[in-house]
């Protein structure tokens, strides 16, 4: 299997993913029925994402001819992949760079997150059964020459205990954060609130916090942020909400709200479900200075970095934590 018959597989895999064919369909209604936070509006988001960012031939041949991977490989190794379930596919792209680079993919997938990337994977073994050997999935990760591991600061130490012997990508919790002029059009805000809503803000590219000007009128975000109304109607996300609202009442904390997010003055990048941060700043490089370096940030979004609505749009290019998978992987 060379480079250009991998990279044609992958491509039908996003023109696959784009259709509705009713296995495909049928897939997607299995995880929203295993997994509650993964309803129909987002598995079809991050799957289409994944199809029209990662999945395009033209997108493949440039970015794997960045990194010279050779036509064929001679000595393929095995690498070990952890992937995480905190949104639909979140590992698919571990997987991409694994199959792209000609080495053998043994997945582990999350619990929470397994129908998808097993019936995609199978798909590929359906259409090429030269793959099957390629794309393996395990319970127990044994005797691979490599390992990328995602997952909580908690496991990340356990990660770090069992794989230190072997070339290794572990990830930890991240979140995103977003700077605001006060300028921002209504456009600009609905956006914004994809950044924030998108899979009820679990993913690390989601906006946990947000950075505002002295004197910011709230009244514009709150009302763009209606766009996601109907989250409030979902019992998981109710029942965060309900639980975090209560505890400001409790503890007289000052909040705002539009029914179905709570807004809190706090310094954590991180915000439970169904919270937005929000910090006062008087100059935008001082935020910078302060975020400088910071290893639980993920992105930033704003007029002057990742555009609003975006965060959850990462090219094929953009990697986790920073890392770069691909070289990482052509250099075992």
């Known amino acids: 299997m060379n480079l250009q018959h991998r990279i044609d597989l992958l491509d039908e895999l996003g023109k696959y993913i784009l259709s509705d064919d009713p296995a495909w369909v049928a897939a997607k209604d299995r995880a929203t029925y295993e997994n509650g936070w993964f309803i129909s509006e987002f598995v079809t988001d991050a799957s289409q994402n994944i199809a029209k960012e990662f999945l395009v031939k033209e997108k493949l041949i440039s970015w794997s001819n960045r990194y010279q991977i050779k036509n064929t490989i001679e000595h ?36 929470k997150d397994s129908v998808l990337i097993r019936h995609l994977v199978e798909k590929i073994n359906e259409w090429e059964p030269e793959t099957v050997s390629y794309t393996l999935f395990a319970e ?25 012997r072997f070339p ?46 002295q004197h910011y009128d709230f009244l514009p975000l709150l009302d763009a942020f209606n766009k996601y109304e109907h989250l409030a109607d979902h019992h998981k996300y109710k029942n965060n909400y309900d639980y975090n ?31 937005l941060n929000y910090e006062y700043y008087t100059s935008e490089s001082l935020v910078m200075e302060t975020l400088k370096n910071n290893d639980e940030l993920q992105c930033i979004v704003g007029s002057a970095h990742i555009p609003f609505g975006a965060a959850q749009c990462p090219d094929v290019s953009e990697y986790a934590d920073g890392i770069d998978t691909m070289s990482f992987l052509t250099s075992l």
Do not use: W
Not at 84 to 95: E, T, Y
Not at 264 to 271: A, I, M
């Open 245 to 275: 609202l209560a505890l400001h009442i409790l503890n007289k904390v000052i909040y705002m709200t539009n029914g179905s997010i709570i807004l809190v003055e706090d310094k954590n990048l991180f915000s439970p479900i169904s919270q």
């Open 140 to 164: 127990m990760l044994k005797d691979c020459d490599a390992y990328i591991a995602t997952g909580s600061n908690n496991s990340s130490r356990y990660f770090e205990y069992y794989f230190s």
């Open 168 to 213: 290794n990508i572990i990830r930890r919790n991240r979140t995103s954060i977003a700077i605001l002029k006060g300028t921002e059009t209504k456009k600009e805000l609905e956006l914004l609130a994809d950044d924030v809503y998108n899979y009820f803000g679990l993913g690390c590219r989601n906006v946990t916090k947000v950075y505002i000007p």
């Open 76 to 111: 393929s190794k095995k690498i070990g992949i952890v992937m995480a379930g905190n949104i639909p596919l979140v590992g698919f792209h571990d997987f991409l760079c694994v199959f792209i680079s000609g080495h053998k993919a043994i997945m582990k997938p999350s619990s």
